[in-house]
């Protein structure tokens, strides 16, 4: 086809990789740790007993209840995990946390008769029953050490508002079971009912704006990706308008290798067809795989050894390595099934670190992908990865005097390009500096 021939509508929405990346050479290693600052299970053991039988009886299936709120411990004990493991550029690993960015405010929600939805967001308060502390101060610390990477996952964690309060207000064995679930101040059904389900477009819109805007109060800047299984098509479009430039869970493939779609949520917009690192040409985002399974507390077939094994195979087969770990392996109210969750992770960063990964956000590697060139923001520090094999010159936004090679530090001074900054540089990692 020739440059003056139009092509489909279908051609001009198909994600294609723009940027190859020697994912062997460059061992991208990233963890994404969903549900953090979620108030939605159980606040207590003795809850997680009530809400355990309550589950039983509404959906004939035993489940056990152990995820609860992350407390600035927890956070603490992550963080020092994290700082005591250095990639081959010299810095500690890093975790991606998908955050919840907001919970019910049971009171509100009670005085309205079950009518009217309303929530707060995590720095203003937690439900009272689910006080942790300074929960909010200590994502910020991992901010600002560098081992913390907050990004986008929702403000009802796979609860639809709408869907919420007509259970709250049903007769039937449903409506029981919520309102019992509703004194524990927990609103998770034991099921997933869709966050987006019964909004207009428009409802969705505000509902992404909100949350959005809260996570820049909280985070100090605007999100860069999302998660959900959740979503829509015309969820990526308004997360796109809104600023997100890598969407992860497009695709999944569990350690077997076997490519799985989330039959249970025929809502969803996965794509085993999209390709990791496809970018979308007009939404201008580039979609992540999850590749690899690290739900390691309590699970010996994906303990460390057998990620680290996954790992090295998806570098092989020139993937980064995207990694889904919750927060549950972490946090939990079970205090050695949390233990031997850190015990995996120490282990496996350990194996890493040998191995010589660098520890990548999901936006760096997005942004990898999507334009050959990554920027981050690692607590006082901005580090540049140029991977691309396609060209030399990156321009990046800002003032630079040079851009310090990583490990070695030999500089490269920058060229001044208006707003922005221009270099010439040969594949690697830098350190930027004024």
Known sequence: MSASEPI??????????????????????????????GCEVAAAPADAAIVADVWDALHARRREVLTTLETPADLARLYDLLAAHQGADGLPAVFTAFVSVANPDFPAIRASGFE????????????????????????????????????????????????????????????????RLFELEVYCQGEHLPEFE???????????????????????????????????????????????????????????GQVVVYATKPWNNQDPAVPMGACHPRLDVAYLTRNVFFECAGRPEQSAQVAGEVIRARWSEGEPAVVSTH???????????????????????????AAGARFLTTAEVGDLYRRGWSLRAAGEQHILRFWSESGAQVRVPGTWAAARALPDGREHPGQAAGAATEFRLPVGDYRLTR
């Not at 509508?9 to 549900?35: K, L, N």
């Not at 939990?332 to 031997?340: K, T, V």
Request: net charge neutral.
């Open 116 to 179: 009217r939805y309303a929530d707060l967001a995590i720095d203003q308060a937690v439900p009272a029953r689910w006080q942790r502390g300074d929960i909010v101060g200590a994502w910020r610390e991992g901010i600002r050490r560098g081992l913390f990477a907050p990004e986008y996952h929702a403000n009802l964690h796979h609860t639809s508002p709408v869907r919420w309060l007509e259970r709250l207000r049903a007769p039937g064995p449903e409506g029981v079971a919520a309102r």
């Open 198 to 256: 019964g909004m207009a477009l428009s409802e969705e819109h505000a509902w992404h704006e909100a949350g959005m805007s809260r996570f820049e109060r909280i985070c100090g800047y605007r999100p860069a990706a999302a998660i959900t299984s959740d979503a829509y098509p015309e969820t990526e479009t308004l997360w796109a308008l809104l600023g997100i430039r890598t969407i992860c869970l497009k695709s999944c493939r569990v350690n077997s």
């Open 327 to 353: 927060r549950a392996n972490y946090v939990s109210l079970d205090p050695g099934f949390a233990e031997d969750g850190r015990r995996q992770l120490a282990r496996l960063l350990a194996d890493l670190a």
């Open 8 to 37: 489909s509508r279908e051609e001009a929405q198909r994600p294609t990789i723009r940027h190859r990346i020697d994912w062997e050479r460059h061992r991208a290693m990233v963890f994404e740790s969903d549900d953090w600052g």
